[in-house]
């Protein structure tokens, strides 16, 4: 949780040094996103409008989002709110409503903005602004002293390093990783991402409302976590031209496990709720999983060419 610094102020419009970082995150996402375009052979035009249309998803799921969820949401639509993960949701599903009647333009244009997006969510992570952590031991790596001296988790600033070590872990792997060649694909990669920050939502201390006993930002996370390991579950079952019992029970473990990391959620055991869900991601999403199944692939293709 960045501390706000206004640097000045112009009518009444603050300009501060989390709004100028948020704008040059947002620049650069944008500037990362368009090249990927161009290399993919997407037109300019259309992966400019794609963007304004994530974009403007981005804003709109965000602000609803803050009043739906948020008991104490104070209604100005200017000024109100921090930036959640329903702004995350909004920005792709602004992606599928511009790409509505062609699923396979939305595909192409996902692979073009996810994995800038990824670094951009750190951003926003870092930068966010919002509700004080959980009270926590004094002298804490992560945490911050409020008002009245209390040391208080600092949630956000956790989570933000969490996916920028991920992406730093995926580029030495992908570097150095000879076998299994390791290739960095953007839905593993999302999928690793929300697993690392999920747990770590129970350090805030919150006034969203609540769904299962979950509350409801996390509940969100946790559903589309579900979503998305279920998504790579099947895209890897597709490529296996004979999977293993060890690949099924791997991935079949991994989805009933998150499912069960839902009661962690309901409260404040962040340590549970990464052994039930971070855990069982990684294991199902490791490269080293690869080698599971190379012995497997090979002898298919012995049959199949024989």
Same mark, same amino acid.
């Given at each position: 949780?960045?501390?706000?610094?206004?640097?000045?102020?112009?009518?009444?419009?603050?300009?501060?040094?989390? &709004?100028?970082?948020?704008?040059?995150?947002?620049?650069?996402?944008?500037?990362?996103?368009? /090249?990927? $375009?161009?290399?993919?052979? @997407?037109?300019?035009?259309?992966?400019?409008?794609?963007?304004?249309?994530?974009?403007?998803?981005?804003?709109?799921? #965000?602000?609803?989002?803050?009043?739906?969820?948020?008991?104490?949401?104070?209604?100005?639509?200017?000024?109100?709110?921090?930036?959640?993960?329903?702004?995350?949701? &909004?920005?792709?599903?602004?992606?599928? %409503?511009?790409?509505?009647?062609?699923?396979?333009?939305?595909?192409?244009?996902?692979?073009?903005?996810?994995?800038?997006?990824?670094?951009? $969510?750190?951003?926003?992570?870092?930068?966010?602004?919002?509700?004080?952590?959980?009270?926590? =031991?004094?002298?804490?790596?992560?945490?911050?002293?409020?008002?009245?001296?209390?040391?208080? #988790?600092?949630?956000?600033?956790?989570?933000?390093?969490?996916?920028?070590?991920?992406?730093?872990?995926?580029?030495?792997?992908?570097?150095?990783?000879?076998?299994?060649? =390791?290739?960095?694909?953007?839905?593993?990669?999302?999928?690793?991402?929300?697993?690392?920050? @999920?747990?770590?939502?129970?350090?805030?201390?919150?006034?969203?409302?609540? #769904?299962?006993?979950?509350?409801?930002? $996390?509940?969100?996370?946790?559903?589309?976590?579900?979503?998305?390991?279920?998504?790579?579950?099947?895209?890897? !079952?597709?490529?296996? /031209?004979?999977?293993?019992?060890?690949?099924?029970?791997?991935?079949?473990?991994? =989805? @009933?496990?998150?499912?069960?990391?839902? =009661?962690?959620?309901?409260?404040?055991?962040?340590?549970?709720?990464?052994? %039930?869900?971070?855990?069982?991601?990684?294991?199902?999403?490791?490269?080293?999983? $690869?080698?599971?199944? !190379?012995? &497997?692939?090979?002898?298919?293709?012995?049959?199949?060419?024989?």
């Amino acid at each position: 949780m960045m501390p706000q610094i206004v640097l000045f102020s112009i009518g009444g419009l603050s300009v501060s040094v989390r &709004g100028l970082l948020m704008l040059a995150s947002l620049s650069l996402f944008a500037f990362t996103a368009m /090249q990927n $375009a161009k290399r993919k052979g @997407v037109k300019p035009e259309k992966a400019a409008c794609a963007l304004i249309c994530g974009l403007s998803g981005m804003v709109l799921l #965000w602000k609803l989002g803050y009043f739906a969820a948020e008991k104490n949401a104070v209604k100005n639509v200017l000024s109100s709110g921090e930036m959640s993960f329903w702004g995350f949701l &909004g920005f792709f599903a602004g992606l599928r %409503l511009y790409c509505l009647k062609s699923a396979k333009a939305y595909r192409r244009l996902f692979h073009v903005t996810a994995p800038a997006f990824v670094p951009f $969510a750190a951003a926003c992570c870092l930068l966010r602004d919002g509700a004080a952590g959980l009270p926590a =031991f004094r002298g804490a790596l992560f945490s911050y002293s409020d008002a009245y001296g209390l040391s208080r #988790w600092n949630a956000p600033l956790l989570q933000g390093t969490l996916i920028l070590l991920l992406l730093a872990a995926a580029y030495l792997l992908k570097r150095f990783l000879k076998k299994p060649t =390791f290739k960095i694909s953007a839905l593993p990669l999302m999928t690793a991402a929300l697993s690392l920050i @999920v747990p770590f939502e129970l350090m805030r201390d919150t006034s969203y409302r609540r #769904w299962l006993g979950i509350p409801l930002e $996390a509940f969100t996370m946790w559903i589309t976590l579900l979503a998305l390991y279920a998504a790579c579950a099947l895209k890897r !079952l597709k490529s296996e /031209q004979q999977p293993t019992g060890a690949f099924l029970s791997v991935r079949l473990y991994g =989805f @009933v496990s998150i499912l069960l990391g839902g =009661f962690a959620l309901r409260g404040t055991h962040a340590i549970l709720a990464v052994l %039930l869900i971070t855990l069982p991601v990684f294991a199902a999403l490791s490269p080293f999983d $690869a080698c599971l199944h !190379l012995k &497997g692939r090979r002898k298919a293709r012995k049959r199949r060419f024989s």
